[in-house]
Structures are given as C-alpha cells and as structure tokens.
C-alpha cells in the first residue's frame, strides 16, 4: 500500500520554464512534509518542507503549496534550470515509537530541464 | 568532512555470499536508518535504531540484520545474498525528534 501517492513520474520542461510535481496522502497522522532532491549517485537532499497549518513555503525558486482538506501538496519549480535537473522526492512525516519520526517517501518524479 | 559516510560506495559479489556495508555520522543524531532504493528508484525505509536500540524493523527478510555498536554507526549485513537484494541502499541520519534526515551517498550492491 503506497501511502504517498507522486505524479508525474517524469517530467521534461525547458529552461525557464515551471515545473509541478504533486502528491497526494491518506494517513492523517502524517504532519510534516518535505522534498528530498536526488543527483545521481549521490543520497537524497532535504529542498524544503512544510507543516500543515500553512498553505504555501517559499523559498528562493522552490514553493511547496499545500490543501489539508484535500490531502495533497506539490512543490512549483519557477525559471526551472538545467541544473535542477534531478530526481524529486515528496515525503511525509508521523510519529512513531514514542517520539520518533518516520518518513515514507513517494515513487519519484525523473525531472528534466532542457537548455 | 562527511556528514554520513557508508562504506563501500560498490559491492559486486555472488549469489549465497554474506556481505556487510558500514555507515557512520558526525552530526551527533541520536537516530540512523537504513533505506532500499530500488531500480526504480523507489526509497523503503528497512530499519531505524535510536541510541543502539532498533524502532523500526519494516517487513524485511531476517537475512538482513542491523548493528549498532555506538549511536554513531549503523551496520547491516547480509546473508546469503539473492539476486534480488540487488539495489542501491541508504543509511541517513536525524534527531529522534527531528524531522529532517541527512542520507549518505549510497552503496549500489550488485549480486550476480
């Protein structure tokens, strides 16, 4: 059971362009969400996260937008760059054992920004 | 300097075969993973161990055992290899509390 739902799986955009990745959740008790960014060869990177009592985190040309009612969020690439060329990670957060946390990652989305 | 080093980066090695890949931080998280991403890239959380004590174990075959010598490292080694463990695996870090996890570069194991 894929508890995180990501889409598309691969996505081509030319440079400057925006780029969208969605996901989509059903446990309720996931409470925090980041994106993970992936070169290859290398682990994945924390890009930016939001908590659910915001609709909308910016930073820089990276915003995560939010709908708890919906139970989805997805994160907006602006001017997107050759270099961010990578694969993306949505994830979320809940509680587990305590005060431990766990995160369940989504399926990935293979972005490509064309020069 | 790293802040989470798994060791080796490649491991080729046969079917049967045990293996072991190690994992160290020093960032002082209290908390270590290992994760399985398969060739399709998709991460799976395996084992969590918080200061040496496991506190997830997702359903994964016992030939995989974790060790935790000192909340600084987190070893897993593998028995009798399948060519189905083939996949690259991950050892991150965080706070127990935390929600942020720092990941390592990743061992591609390859079994032929």
């Known amino acids: 059971q894929q508890q995180v739902k990501q889409s598309p799986q691969s996505l081509i955009v030319q440079k400057g362009g925006i780029s969208i990745i969605n996901c989509a959740y059903e446990n309720t008790a996931f409470d925090y969400f980041p994106w993970y960014q992936q070169f290859p060869g290398k682990g994945p990177a924390l890009l930016i996260a939001?908590?659910?009592?915001?609709s909308e985190k910016k930073e820089g040309r990276f915003t995560i937008s939010f709908n708890k009612s919906a139970k989805q969020f997805s994160l907006h690439i602006m001017d997107s760059q050759p270099g961010d060329s990578a694969t993306y990670f949505c994830?979320?957060?809940?509680?587990?054992?305590?005060?431990?946390?766990?995160?369940?990652f989504g399926s990935g989305t293979q972005l490509t920004v064309l020069p | 300097d790293t802040a989470v080093s798994q060791t080796p980066k490649y491991l080729v090695t046969q079917m049967g075969n045990d293996k072991s890949i190690k994992c160290e931080q020093n960032l002082g998280h209290d908390t270590m993973y290992w994760y399985k991403q398969d060739s399709k890239k998709f991460l799976k959380i395996m084992f969590s161990?918080?200061?040496?004590?496991?506190?997830i174990n997702e359903t994964v075959p016992n030939r995989f055992s974790p060790k935790s010598p000192d909340k600084a490292h987190l070893n897993l080694h593998i028995n009798s290899l399948e060519l189905g463990d083939s996949a690259v695996y991950f050892c991150?870090?965080?706070?127990?509390?935390?929600?942020?996890?720092?990941f390592g570069q990743g061992t591609r194991l390859t079994v032929v």
């Open positions: 994830a979320a957060s809940s509680r587990v054992a305590g005060s431990a946390r766990q995160l369940t």
């Open positions: 939001i908590r659910p009592d915001v």
């Open positions: 161990y918080n200061n040496k004590e496991l506190i």
């Open positions: 991150a870090s965080s706070q127990r509390t935390g929600d942020r996890a720092f």
